[in-house]
């Protein structure tokens, strides 16, 4: 019998008072759109796409991980409007960095040598920080009324990210599972 495999993803998870910011908005557009999706994981920054690992070497993968952190160093992260992608999906802008472009560079090296991840970045697109707030379920006519409010909106703020965190997945929810501090 073949080993249990959980699914994961390592992110950057948002600090208050922008991640009830953000959870507010991915409620607006359940209540406005009829697009839930996104609230099945809480407001962050994909810095690996999801992977599935087997359940006995969770340890293992936790372990390696929290060993890599402490080799990072933290990144400001500038939150800047709103930005979307044609047919379904809103987000919230993350002004691209040369540190933050490097940490997720640093992660998919580590993944594809450490630990034999090669999907880290979606369909090979290169690495495009954002927060989702709708995605595949916001209907294409909420897509355009949507984007109209929120293309001229303005949100703002900037945090620094000092920990890695990897997601689990589990009855078709994300939950954190751990958090890794960067640095020693």
């Excluded at 950057?12 to 908005?25: D, K, R, T, Y």
């Excluded at 930005?83 to 992660?107: H, K, M, T, W």
């Excluded at 945090?159 to 994300?174: M, Q, T, V």
């Amino acid at each position: 019998m073949a080993p249990q495999k959980n699914r994961y993803f390592i992110a950057l998870l948002l600090p208050s008072p922008f991640n009830e910011q953000a959870v507010e908005l991915k409620n607006y557009f359940k209540d406005q759109y009829r697009s839930k999706a996104s609230l099945n994981s809480p407001p962050h920054i994909t810095l690996h796409m999801p992977f599935e690992w087997r359940g006995d070497r969770e340890n293992d993968l936790i372990e390696s991980l929290k060993h890599f952190s402490k080799s990072l160093t933290s990144v400001e992260v500038k939150l800047e409007n709103f930005g979307c992608f044609d047919p379904c999906v809103i987000f919230i802008n993350v002004f691209p960095s040369q540190e933050l472009n490097a940490l997720q560079y640093q992660l998919r090296q580590f993944c594809k040598k450490e630990l034999g991840l090669f999907n880290a970045d979606y369909k090979d697109l290169p690495f495009h920080p954002l927060i989702t707030l709708a995605f595949r379920d916001l209907k294409k006519p909420e897509f355009t009324k949507a984007w109209k409010e929120f293309s001229e909106k303005k949100f703002n703020g900037n945090f620094l990210a000092n920990r890695l965190c990897l997601l689990k997945h589990k009855d078709g929810i994300w939950s954190v599972f751990k958090e890794l501090e960067m640095g020693e």
